[in-house]
């Protein structure tokens, strides 16, 4: 009987030991309302996630966010090495801690790698950066650095900040602060989002350096926010680029591209090959330029002071390159547009601008929210009978005065 006893006493006891043995390894309590909180001063080795024992890295809340969770930060956090998220089988969102706005910073000497990867995942797997700012914090990055890139997933941005990212191109390959690059992979701008003050360097003739791209069948749609105050120099960089392999498509429904600095280089052999706010690398059988609502992009200038929006790369005046309407331009809405054919008196009177898309069928009002960039010799139209929006040539405007007399009659009050 006392042996018994004394077994009943051990096995009590070892199931006790293996009950708190088990708890050291337990998921974290964090876990169960969904939130993981970020600190610098917080512990990756003793910290639960929870509020008030925050992790310190946001890798490490990544090893531990359910699928559908959220990261919040609550404080500034600076990445000495690329920030790798994998978005396979997730729904996630980073932001900042309530009445907060929190950074990502590129730390100082983090010259060789992208500050945020994102891939794995398809485009019904998310990651949402909301109320939060990425910053390159004015590092000036190797060649062929991005700053946010995303390979797979739908990334979208929200209320968030993108700023002070320097990057160029190497000799060969492009850089871009957001990128979207591959069949999987959505960048999508939201409202109250800003991206400004980053800037682009470096030449790569077929292929410039950007702000934003789309490249290798990526998709890139800005349904809000700004764009603004960045800077192209040194190179043939653009604002927004799109390639042309695997029909990579931009999408514009609202926000606005505006007051960008164009002080890069323009011209190779007489033909644009960059300094321009939006660029088409291809025809429109390559990549989809979808435009709508209050898309917005007017005001960019280049060195010079002459406006250079959207740039169409067209290889006939008309059916090569133009943009896809997919819903009524509405009031707000302004884009300039110019192309490598323009209009002339002779050869080409007519480039085609802006053609419907099915469902929606271009009417002329959508006209009058189009404005040539070169407007000395090109006027927009539309052309009722195809239903699109066109550039038409016109008299160049001569200023001289041939008499005097001219002028007195144009200013009838110094007679």
């Known amino acids: 009987m006392k042996v018994f006893k004394a077994m009943k006493i051990s096995f009590l006891a070892f199931a006790v030991l293996l009950s708190s043995i088990s708890s050291l390894f337990a998921p974290v309590a964090s876990a169960a309302d969904g939130n993981v909180y970020v600190s610098s001063t917080g512990s990756d080795i003793v910290g639960t996630g929870m509020v008030e024992a925050p992790v310190a890295t946001i890798e490490k809340a990544l090893e531990m966010v359910d699928a559908t969770g959220t990261i919040i930060l609550q404080s500034n956090i600076i990445q000495e090495s690329t920030l790798v998220i994998s978005s396979a089988g997730k729904n996630i969102t980073i932001t900042s801690a309530e009445g907060h706005t929190y950074s990502i910073v590129r730390g100082e000497n983090f010259v060789a790698g992208d500050l945020v990867q994102i891939s794995g995942g398809s485009r019904s797997n998310s990651v949402t950066f909301e109320k939060i700012i990425i910053d390159g914090n004015h590092v000036s990055t190797n060649g062929q650095i991005y700053g946010i890139s995303n390979m797979g997933g739908t990334v979208n941005f929200k209320e968030a900040e993108i700023r002070n990212h320097i990057v160029k191109a190497s000799t060969s390959q492009p850089a871009t602060v957001i990128s979207t690059s591959g069949g999987n992979s959505l960048v999508v ?67 606005k591209i ?82 490598k054919i323009m209009p002339d008196e002779d050869t080409n009177p007519v480039v085609d601008i802006a053609i419907g898309r099915a ?3 271009a009417v002329q009002e959508d006209q009058t929210f189009f404005v040539s960039d070169i407007n000395t010799t090109a006027a927009v139209a539309y052309d009722n009978q195809a239903n699109k929006v066109i550039l038409t040539y016109r008299m160049p405007v001569n200023l001289e005065l041939d008499t005097p007399w001219i002028f007195l009659l144009w200013v009838p009050n110094l007679l």
Do not use: C, W
């Not at 292929?207 to 764009?227: C, E, K, R, T």
């Not at 890069?264 to 007489?270: A, H, R």
């Open 258 to 339: 505006t007051g960008n600095k164009l002080f890069g280089t323009e011209l190779s052999e007489g033909e644009t090959i960059g300094n321009v706010a939006v660029f088409m690398r291809g025809t429109a059988s390559q990549a989809r330029f979808d435009f709508g609502g209050t898309a917005y992009v007017y005001d960019n200038f280049n060195a010079d002071g002459d406006q250079r929006n959207v740039y169409l790369k067209n290889t006939t005046a008309t059916g090569s390159a133009y943009l896809t309407l997919v819903s009524p331009m509405q009031l707000g809405s302004k884009v300039g547009v110019y192309a």
């Open 359 to 361: 469902p929606y069928q």
């Open 189 to 255: 701008i939201q409202e109250g989002t800003m991206i400004h003050g980053n800037k682009v360097s470096g030449n790569v003739k077929d292929n410039p350096p950007s702000i934003l791209s789309a490249g290798s069948g990526g998709s890139l749609v800005i349904q809000d926010g700004l764009i603004t105050d960045n800077e192209i120099s040194g190179g043939n960089g653009v604002i927004v680029g799109v390639g042309l392999y695997q029909s990579p498509n931009f999408r514009m429904t609202g926000g």
